[in-house]
């Protein structure tokens, strides 16, 4: 778990300075500080279920081939 949090802090910490160099407002940089990682941690989901779905598929085709 802690492993997971300082990089939960380091990703905010990402978005927040590029945003912030970018604009230079520290609004928008948080702003997309907050939004930023939501929307990727929703998108790992699917990104993960779809992973997962093509790696059974593989070993599906694995197995019909050595059966």
Known sequence: MT???TFAVLHFSVAFTVTYLLT???LVGGAVALVEPAINTVV?????KVWKRFEAKK????NAITA
């Open 3 to 5: 492993k997971t949090l």
């Open 24 to 26: 230079g407002s520290v």
């Open 44 to 48: 790992f989901y699917f990104h993960d």
């Open 59 to 62: 070993l599906s085709a694995l």
